[in-house]
């Protein structure tokens, strides 16, 4: 047989993906007063934020920071204060595939759990992280892309959805604003602030540099001079844009991350009597843009005459699509008070950090499951001291999203609003938020090689074949080494796929 093919390389990314890795980042702080005060942690918060990411091996080297901020009272315990902290750290996260090529890497981290101590005049300050990360490799496949006609040949062909990397960047702002505090709140002092980020738009240009914009909801945390109110909150919305610049190409799809790294916050007199707020957000964004593209590749071959023809193919895993999605639902909790805690008076702050147990997709739906670490400071009727509770509660939430089981999830919450119900117990609502990212991945046997094999006697005359579980017509073309058209004008009722037990008749002269 002169048996001619063409032959191509596919390029494509591989995405690997390291195993989720829980780590414990320790920091410590000296408390400005006496050795012998009296110390009571009120909150304890964490952000996180990675450094750098590197592939090693088998492995990834990831190096992040944490800082810490706390709420907390010395001495008088009806003056609460604040202290900030961080801690750097770094970890190996093992690949759940062994790879020994050389690629870009994505480490992520979330905020799980934190705890805050008194102790000797410091405070000791402890967060659960869970780290993952995810290592993109160029990969390069040579493969038949296509048989020269020849009319003993008959070809399966298909078309692949491919996607890969072919610019990224990342950049780093300072995002500073000011806000006007209303005389009514007769703020004394701004404690600490919380913020989250969120990209809405990305656009490019032709100069090589991507701009992302989007928002980030800030809430300060004040001390007051209002009677049985020495705790509020208020919150800021800020718009953002930043710019990257990109190395490599604009691709046809970008897609962009944006976090928030650290808030600075600090209030002082703005000359009427009332507050001036000063807030700065460091921002960190992420960008990467892809290329789209389809190939038609062999699928599978035979011929009808002759010789037959052998295929030897490659199995590849390749990158089909990018996982970028945000969203967001309202969901409350009730929180009851443990036995023995003092009654409710008046709510002053409310903190959730949702923690994901387990998920299970339902179509365009997701529902998740968790529990909301809930603390609750308010004010008591025989006390001007406040109190701090901390529980747990679970949560149901479900997503509309199409982001699959494919998809890497973190959740986190804004807008948390708690009153009163009884005396023992507090209605919690909030927002939660759900980010999904990562990559979709497509899986097939691509021809790499072909070469002409000894043909097997095929019995000639007609035979009945009755459609086995699983059979496509293409599979009983290929047994019996007949064209297609020719199963199909003595078969005009057939499919490509035809039901189980449906009779097939076929005829070799």
Do not use: C
């Amino acid at each position: 047989m002169d048996l001619q093919y063409m032959k191509d390389q596919l390029e494509t990314e591989q995405v690997l993906q390291a195993k989720p890795t829980q780590i414990t980042v320790e920091a410590e702080a000296a408390l400005p007063g006496g050795l012998r005060e009296e110390a009571r942690v009120y909150f304890a918060d964490a952000i996180v934020s990675m450094q750098s990411g590197e592939l090693s091996g088998n492995r990834v080297a990831a190096e992040g920071k944490v800082t810490f901020h706390a709420l907390y009272a010395q001495g008088d315990m009806r003056h609460v204060s604040a202290l900030e902290t961080t801690a750097d750290f770094s970890q190996s996260l093992p690949l759940k595939e062994e790879t020994s090529a050389a690629g870009t890497v994505h480490p992520r981290a979330q905020v799980q759990h934190v705890t805050a101590k008194a102790f000797n005049g410091r405070l000791l300050l402890r967060a659960v992280i869970l780290l993952t990360a995810e290592a993109s490799l160029p990969r390069v496949v040579s493969y038949i892309r296509d048989l020269a006609d020849h009319q003993d040949i008959q070809k399966d062909m298909q078309v692949f959805s491919l996607q890969r990397a072919v610019g990224e960047g990342e950049g780093q702002m300072l995002l500073r604003e000011e806000f006007d505090l209303s005389d009514v709140l007769q703020v004394k002092e701004t404690l600490y602030a919380s913020a989250h980020a969120q990209a809405e738009d990305i656009f490019g240009g032709a100069d090589g540099r991507a701009t992302v914009t989007g928002h980030v909801e800030i809430e300060a945390y004040h001390t007051s001079l209002m009677p049985g109110r020495p705790l509020i909150f208020t919150r800021h919305n800020v718009p953002f844009e930043q710019t990257v610049n990109l190395t490599g190409a604009l691709g046809t799809q970008m897609a962009a991350d944006t976090w928030v790294r650290d808030v600075a916050v600090l209030s002082q007199d703005n000359g009427d009597g009332g507050k001036l707020m000063r807030a700065e957000v460091q921002l960190f964004t992420e960008v990467t843009a892809v290329e789209n593209t389809e190939t038609e590749v062999i699928r599978d071959a035979f011929t009808t005459q002759g010789e037959t023809l052998d295929l030897t193919r490659q199995h590849v895993v390749f990158r089909s699509g990018t996982i970028n999605e945000q969203t967001a639902e309202s969901g409350k909790i009730t929180l009851v008070l443990p036995e023995g805690s003092p009654r409710i008076k008046t709510v002053l702050l409310g903190f959730a950090r949702p923690v994901l147990l387990g998920t299970e997709h339902k179509g365009s739906k997701l529902h998740a499951e968790g529990v909301m670490e809930a603390t609750l400071l308010y004010m008591t009727d025989d006390s001007d001291v406040p109190v701090s509770v901390a529980m747990e509660e679970p949560f149901h939430t479900v997503f509309s999203t199409e982001a699959g089981e494919e998809a890497a999830l973190q959740l986190s919450v804004s807008q948390v609003d708690v009153s009163a119900v009884t005396g023992d117990r507090a209605e919690m609502k909030y927002i939660l938020h759900l980010h999904a990212f990562g990559v979709r991945k497509t899986q097939a046997d691509v021809a790499i090689s072909a070469v002409p094999g000894e043909a097997k006697p095929i019995e000639k005359g007609v035979a009945l074949y009755f459609v086995q579980p699983g059979d496509t017509l293409w599979d009983i073309a290929r047994h019996y080494r007949m064209a297609l058209q020719d199963i199909l004008s003595m078969n005009p009722e057939l499919t490509m796929q035809p039901a189980a037990g449906t009779p097939v008749i076929t005829y070799r002269r």
